[in-house]
């Protein structure tokens, strides 16, 4: 190990988890709803595989323009696939589109939906580029944004494109936050060494659609089967989390919303899973084996 946020831990040495309702695996829903800045500020850093298709230039309207799909037209599509199966999701929320699509905050808040942290924008990272204090400044305002748009304070974090430093995990701590999703290690929560229970929650980005259909250009149609065959493997050993993260701006598309359809309804019609907030898996966790 190179670092000491947590313990090395051969999943062959631990017992599978007994999840509510009888279910062998927790499956929880990330919506990813994200501002992306059509001309972030000098020194705004990043993720680099999401540079634009036409060229380095700026401002870059047609990679704006296509994220804003999401937030004004996809969302609604994908809103309605987790309407028909009675999902509650957990939505990763940037404090900037918190402020900027209150609408969307009025519909996640009537449908019971989780917000989670996720820093300010989609195209400024958490990024060890940063000082202690700018980072501990970036997190608490990120919070405090989310609290006075939505009416309650984000209990987990989510880092913008999995943005961390070697610090990270301390300083979310520190701002009382209950569980990180950033750290894909694993498919059961586990403990990080950072001073108080602080629950690492898989949140598995191989089958993320923006991973999985945008970077690895997966044929479409091989979409639900992925997730299906994810979902099945993990089912069958029993005790796992299932997360699957989803964009509007991507899956929200006319032409590949059918896809998400078929992918909840080979989940959903499965027996013995337990559909749940990342907030309510992180407390059953806590409760029965942190505590217990």
């Known amino acids: 190990m190179d670092h000491s946020h947590y313990a090395y831990s051969p999943l062959p040495q631990r017992a599978p988890l007994a999840w509510p309702q009888g279910g062998r695996i927790a499956f929880w829903v990330m919506l990813h709803v994200e501002h992306w800045e059509l001309q972030p500020p000098a020194g705004a850093h990043r993720d680099p595989r999401f540079m634009g298709d036409y060229g380095s230039f700026a401002p870059d309207h047609g990679t704006w323009g296509q994220r804003e799909y ?173 997360c699957l993260s989803l964009h509007p701006w991507m899956i929200g598309q006319a032409h590949r919303v059918k896809y998400l359809h078929a992918a909840l309804e080979r989940i959903c019609g499965r027996a013995q899973v337990w559909q749940a907030t990342a907030a309510e898996i992180a407390d059953w966790y806590r409760i029965n084996l942190l505590l217990a």
């Open 70 to 242: 999401g937030n004004r037209v996809g969302v609604f599509r994908v809103l309605e696939a987790l309407d028909r199966h009675g999902i509650r999701a957990s939505v990763a929320l940037n404090s900037s589109a918190a402020e900027r699509y209150p609408q969307l905050v009025r519909e996640f808040t009537a449908r019971g939906y989780e917000f989670v942290g996720h820093g300010s924008h989609a195209t400024r990272m958490l990024t060890s580029r940063m000082s202690e204090d700018e980072e501990r400044v970036f997190i608490g305002d990120a919070l405090d944004a989310l609290e006075r748009a939505t009416g309650e304070r984000p209990r987990g974090w989510l880092g913008q494109d999995y943005g961390e430093s070697q610090r990270t995990p301390s300083l979310l701590a520190e701002a009382g936050l209950d569980y990180v999703a950033d750290w894909p290690n694993d498919d059961q929560p586990y403990p990080m060494n950072v001073g108080k229970p602080l629950i690492s929650l898989p949140a598995q980005p191989e089958w993320d659609d923006v991973q999985l259909l945008w970077l690895r250009r997966l044929p479409m149609s091989r979409y639900p089967v992925l997730v299906e065959e994810a979902f099945e493997a993990l089912h069958a050993e029993g005790g796992r989390v299932f």
